[in-house]
Structure formats: C-alpha cells, structure tokens
Nanobody, 113 residues
C-alpha cells in the first residue's frame, strides 16, 4: 500500500507561482510512475505532468514550459513547480502513483485574475 499526501496549494494571483509537494509513504519500492492530475469544477480529472517508469518527464500541452515536475528520492517526495499561473489552472491537484492505483487527497489551487 502507498500513501500520498499533497501540500502547497493556495490562492495566488495570475502570473504567480506555487510549488506543490507530494510525500509518499508505505510500499515506496512498488512505485513505478508518479504524476500530477487536476480537476476543475464541473470538469473531468486531467493529467498534468508525470515521471514515466524510465524516469522521463511528460507534460500536458496546457502546462508545458510553465510547470516542472521534480522529485527528491531521499525524501520520497515529488514536486510540481507551477509558474506563470493562469485562472484556468484553478483546480484541485492530485498526486498519483502507479496510475490509477494510488491517489492523494488533493490540494486546492486557486488563481485569481
């Protein structure tokens, strides 16, 4: 079993930045992929960024060049640095391991115009 806890969300003005964290615990050795997803009000959950099993990074077109996924293996933590935020980035952001098996509880990001 893998337990994920997100943090770092909040309210920010358009153009601002936030860094989300996702701390993993439990069966860390079983994690092959890690990613970030988001769900805006009234919309389906969508993929944002991820580490593949080979360690490569992928980004959704909507966040490419603005968001960066990174990790600290010593802390079992994955980060999502979000720059140049836009109101349309407003959503609950979720961390996911071994999609779609393990999910965190989500952290709210609100970008005001």
């Amino acid at each position: 079993q893998v337990h994920l806890v997100e943090s770092g969300g909040g309210l920010v003005q358009a153009g601002g930045s936030l860094r989300l964290s996702c701390a993993a615990s439990g069966s860390i050795f079983s994690i092959n992929t890690m990613g970030w997803y988001r769900q805006a009000p009234g919309k389906q959950r969508e993929w944002v960024a991820r580490f593949t099993s080979g360690g490569n990074t992928n980004y959704a077109d909507s966040v490419k060049a603005r968001f960066t996924i990174s990790r600290d293996n010593a802390k079992n933590t994955v980060y999502l640095q979000m720059n140049s935020l836009k109101p349309e980035d407003t959503a609950v952001y979720y961390c996911c391991a071994n999609f779609p098996r393990y999910w965190g509880q989500g952290t709210q990001v609100t970008v005001s115009s």
